[in-house]
């Protein structure tokens, strides 16, 4: 088969969470988005529409289940089922963010895995691949029986502190809890710079945590790197933990910008310098505060479709360096 009648068999669709990192996709591919109407019923339901063939063609769906979480993720599933009717050879979810990862495991009685719980969903529903960044817990991949590629984006994140001249034994990543040591050891191996652990623990019910510091952050620049930032409430108590224990300057990063409830409050008052965060969710105009820094990962997830679609490892992108492409 030639190239030409390979590309002619890719095609992409955005559904309603975050259409400009779908159009930067669609563009590093050079091609165009499928054209697919996405309304709504007079209750509610929502109700799509793919206005174009896709007979036999290899069909990549970019969709973040963000807020709101359960439209998104409805979206998703339906949009699965239109293309499995309408005959697409394979469906692939390109899922940037991926909502309902945080129950990935039973921590009280009586408490549902949610993360299993969508990945059923996705497969009943007829998903072929699922293509995704920066699991909340990298284990999730084990709750599918189809392939799941998993890409990192502490390269993307990497980039802006080196192109900032933040790197090197003067600087120190952070991890905020034991969790993300794994995450902050490779963003560490990037900057060429130490570790540190943030331990927490909390004395007792509704008690401030306690924070110690393992690891050597005085008179250090140090970056706080996590999968997520949501309410932000852990990351600037850590950051000032580090700043109490002599860090020079704090900056955060993490690749998805959830930012909840009181986050964007807490960043601006916080002491801060930067957060820099991916497009993998979108970020409305009213987050946009000066302290927060973006990089695209279109780069890095239209090389992941390229090379699925073309047979091609995977495995290269993960040691790849992505300029990101700072907004």
Not at 54 to 78: A, F, W
Not at 209 to 238: F, H, P, R, S, Y
Request: hydrophobic share 40%.
């Amino acid at each position: 088969m030639s190239e030409q009648n390979v590309d002619s068999k890719l095609k992409i669709f955005a559904l309603s969470s975050n259409r400009p990192l779908a159009e930067k996709i669609s563009q590093e591919l050079g091609i165009e988005l499928g054209k697919v109407a996405v309304t709504r019923f007079s209750d509610g339901e929502i109700r799509i529409n793919i206005e174009e063939s896709i007979r036999g063609d290899h069909v990549y769906i970019i969709q973040s289940t963000s807020k709101p979480v359960n439209d998104n993720l409805m979206e998703t599933l339906i949009m699965i089922d239109a293309l499995k009717r309408a005959s697409a050879k394979t469906v692939n979810i390109v899922l940037p963010y991926y909502g309902y990862a945080r129950q990935d495991r039973k921590a009280r009685s009586r408490e549902p895995i949610t993360a299993k719980l969508v990945a059923n969903m996705f497969e009943k529903a007829g998903a072929d691949r699922m293509l995704t960044l920066d699991l909340h817990a990298a284990q999730i991949q084990g709750f599918f029986d189809i392939p799941v590629d998993h890409l990192l984006g502490a390269s993307l994140l990497a980039n802006y502190f080196l192109d900032h001249g933040i790197s090197g034994e003067d600087t120190v990543v952070v991890s905020p809890d034991h969790g993300g040591v794994t995450r902050a050891r490779k963003l560490a191996e990037f900057l060429k710079a130490p570790l540190a652990i943030i331990d927490k623990r909390r004395p007792k019910a509704n008690v401030a945590e306690v924070m110690n510091i393992i690891g050597q952050v005085e008179g250090k620049t140090c970056i706080l790197i996590d999968d997520m930032i949501d309410t932000a409430g852990t990351i600037t108590l850590a950051a000032r933990a580090l700043t109490e224990k002599g860090a020079k300057k704090v900056y955060a990063c993490g690749t998805h910008a959830v930012l909840s409830g009181p986050a964007i409050e807490r960043l601006d008052e916080s002491n801060i310098e930067k957060v820099v965060v991916t497009d993998s969710i979108y970020l409305p105009e009213d987050k946009r505060i000066d302290k927060i820094v973006q990089v695209t990962v279109s780069e890095l997830l239209a090389d992941a479709i390229r090379r699925i679609h073309e047979n091609k490892s995977v495995s290269p992108l993960f040691e790849k360096k992505y300029e990101g492409h700072i907004d």
